[in-house]
């Protein structure tokens, strides 16, 4: 049974979450900057009917509450260190998906029964490429559009230009982006607060979190570009890879985006390998 709820904070505020059925392990998955629960669709319906996976609307996105007007990553860390807890999940393997991928690792330094980790090309150095590649595309989130047709045929046109296949799960998840007011339409989240969420990857800086983590980690590296370079490059993963205790690595020809977008039958199941050999394998060898 797939449910999808709202799940109240302590903060007054709430998250839109869609959990589907497992029995083996919960996974809780973390989308990126602009996307919502179902950028992670593909992983979450490859993964049902074997582990439970509960992905969510990060703050400011889809159907949850909207973002701190100061809002940043460490926000969104709270928020899902809360959740967890508030969920009782034991032992979650965390799944963060560009920003995502930020959140989860900061937020497993305040867990203490973390089982694992999935980085999908995130939690990277930054340069100033990121904001040359990300913060033209964000111009999208302040536009008003005529129809809910206009938005998604407009959507689709850019997408398609960097590999993503239209499919009608693509349809589902641009039609969950935006909203009617009065009489047009426009996207649900606030361009100003998003940009700052970006921003604040550029504060992100991994040797003060790596050594407060010790669990089975995997980085998926997109190595292909989203229009003349990847969003991160090869060397701005060396710290990560070099920090962490536990890490695996696994390269991809996908671009950050056809990673989430498209879907990877190879990565779902390099994942599922990941979680049975790495995680599960240590969760048992350490309870005997």
Not at 23 to 31: E, L, P, R
Not at 111 to 123: P, T, Y
Not at 165 to 192: A, F, G, L, P, Q
């Amino acid at each position: 049974m797939k449910m999808w709820r709202k799940k109240n904070l302590s903060n007054g505020k709430y998250l839109f979450l869609h959990e589907s059925p497992g029995d083996k392990g919960t996974i809780i998955g973390v989308h990126g900057l602009t996307g919502h629960h179902m950028q992670l669709g593909h992983f979450q319906k490859a993964v049902e009917m074997q582990y439970r996976m509960i992905t969510y609307d990060l703050r400011g996105r889809g159907k949850s509450s909207n973002a701190d007007v100061d809002t940043s990553i460490d926000h969104h860390v709270d928020d899902l260190v809360e959740f967890i807890q508030s969920l009782n999940v034991d032992r979650p393997i965390l799944m963060g998906y560009s920003m995502g991928a930020y959140i989860c690792l900061k937020a497993a330094t305040r867990l203490k029964n973390v089982a694992g980790i999935i980085l999908l090309d995130g939690a990277a150095e930054t340069d100033g490429g990121q904001k040359e590649l990300i913060l033209p595309s964000l111009l999208r989130l302040e536009k008003t559009y005529l129809s809910r047709l206009d938005y998604i045929d407009q959507t689709r046109e850019n997408y398609e230009k960097l590999g993503i296949r239209w499919t009608e799960y693509m349809n589902k998840i641009v039609n969950y982006e935006i909203e009617k007011v009065d009489n047009h339409w426009e996207h649900k989240s606030d361009k100003t607060l998003i940009e700052r969420d970006f921003l604040s990857f550029f504060d992100f800086r991994i040797e003060q979190v790596a050594n407060k983590i010790d669990v089975p980690t995997l980085l998926i590296q997109a190595t292909g570009d989203l229009g003349h370079r990847p969003l991160f490059y090869d060397f701005e993963f060396y710290k990560l890879k070099t920090l962490l205790k536990n890490i695996n690595v696994l390269k991809t020809n996908a671009n950050h985006l056809t990673l989430v977008f498209n879907r990877q039958p190879e990565i779902e199941w390099q994942v599922m390998h990941f979680i049975e050999e790495h995680v599960l394998n240590a969760s048992s060898n350490s309870t005997t």
